[in-house]
């Protein structure tokens, strides 16, 4: 794989020393959906597929940047310090955000690069693709500047790229699970304060398989937002007669009693999701720790019922794919994962049921709405790293 990635290097930008290889991993989140905005907590951990970025100095200031995945859209050309939003550099705006959170910094590139991207994760499928970008771009430029920003400063300055220059107003948990991430673990973060804890995932005679509906999120962006804003009304309401910063901070009793105060309807169905969906998190983490996973895959499927039916964010595809996941024997918990319309779902399945799984929900998926799905059997990673090759 290296030794592909740096040949392709070489015919791309030409022979010379040898390219450095950094690479972010993907994410899948567990449990804990539309709540890291919402000061709540998250449950997700790092692939091991994701970015791979091959990097040499050049002796001038310009930048040349080629994704792989976008071989269509050619060689990206700018001036180290002309860090503006271009449309037509489409996927090179993600590295240009970073590059451009760290000259907020004060840190410049004293050399131009040639920078070849390649991504093993699907794109639009909910996994993080663009978040991978960013902690691939962060971590290299960090190093690169010999800079010791810290990890977690890394993440924020990601997810501030994606906010301010892409203008995708997306909470932390990406970049955070990207960033952080830990091989055969998943990390339970409290999106409010940042702390975090690392789960070890022991699951016993069961895998995750992630399933990709093959349906892309196009109008997640817009509705995404939307969200936000019907939960920042919600908790505007609520902070008439009540003292909380988020709606993280509600148990469910508290928002049983005051959701009255929210006026609209619908941002009152959107804030029951985030209360309820924060607490199923912390009760599901205990069930894992306690060995339970029954109990587990029981709030991984109630997680999809209130992002079906109260945040709406689900759609038919996904529907679809959980629905006949439930049916399938062996599936011990099945739900959505990432932002939702589209992407991909995650279930917990016994070993001796995968191949079943696959081949009976891809074609009945298939059936039923026209696309072909893709099944990935989950491999937990570590988060975003310089990978030394010998
Ligand atoms: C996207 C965002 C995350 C998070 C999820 C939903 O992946 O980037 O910050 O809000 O959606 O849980």
Redesign the pocket.
Known sequence: MHTQLINQFNEVFGKGTEPRIFFAPGRV?LI??????NGGH?FPCALNVGTYCLVRERSDQMMRLYSMNFEDKGMIEFQADDLLYKEEHDWANYPKGVLKEFSLKGIRLIHGLDVLFFGNIPNGA?L?S??SIELASAVMINELTRSSIDRLELVKMS?HA?NEFIG?S??????FAIGMGRKDSAVLLNCQTLEYQYSPLELKDSVLVISNTGKRRTL?DSK?NERRSECERALKNLQTKLDIHSLGDLTAEEFEENQHLIENETDRKRAKHAVLENIRTLQAVKKLHAGDEEGFGQLMNDSHLSLRDDYE?TGKELDAMVEIAWKLPGVIGSRM????FGGCTVSIVQKSAVQTFISEAGAVYKKETGLTPEFYVVEVGDGAREIIHI
């Open positions: 989140n804990g959906e539309h709540t890291d905005y998250v909910g993080s663009s978040a997810q994606e995708v997306c909470g932390i948990m990406d970049q997640a995404y964010v994962t990432g932002a939702g």
